[in-house]
């Protein structure tokens, strides 16, 4: 009977356990662009720089006079025949990811879409077009940006 009592009481105690763990708040991140302004201007010139990088390669990227850092070409990849996208990662940034991709229209025009992102920051920058010719990167909060796939 003891033995039963005990083997009882184990199993509430982790039933317990288990849903405070479960509560427990494990989301704590912090602004990473607090610094940077709120948005920055580039042109499309820029833009076509960044579709021209090679993989594997490290270059000096530069957007604007806001935005000057050293990143690794991971990806530049043709997914259809009028969707290219390139990935860079900045290294000194804690591994924050620019993605750009460069969309070709029905009409041969293009339109850029693209982010910077790290994974540990509650903001984030999105590409948006302004005017023809001119696009800037505005920043956003990431829970804006990603849908939350946590399970509640």
């Known amino acids: 009977m003891k033995t039963l009592i005990n083997l009882s009481f184990i199993a509430i105690s982790c039933l317990l356990f288990s849903q405070a763990w479960a509560q427990k708040e494990t989301n704590n991140v912090n602004s990473f662009f607090n610094n940077a302004p709120a948005r920055f201007e580039l ?29 690794t070409v991971l990806s530049n990849t043709m997914k259809y025949e009028n969707l290219q996208s390139v990935l860079i990662k900045f290294e ?53 940006v990603l849908q939350d796939c946590s399970y509640q």
Not at 49 to 66: E, F, H, V, W, Y
Not at 104 to 123: E, F
């Open 43 to 71: 042109s499309t010139k820029n833009l076509e720089n960044l579709m021209a990088l090679t993989p594997g390669n490290t270059s000096i990227i530069t957007l604007d006079n806001n935005f000057s850092q050293k990143g």
């Open 92 to 144: 000194a940034l804690d591994n924050t990811l620019l993605q750009v991709s460069k969309i070709t229209l029905a009409d041969h025009s293009y339109k850029y879409v693209g982010r910077i992102m790290n994974n540990n920051a509650a903001d984030a920058y999105e590409l948006i077009s302004e005017k023809s010719e001119k696009y800037a990167f505005k920043k956003v909060e990431m829970k804006n």
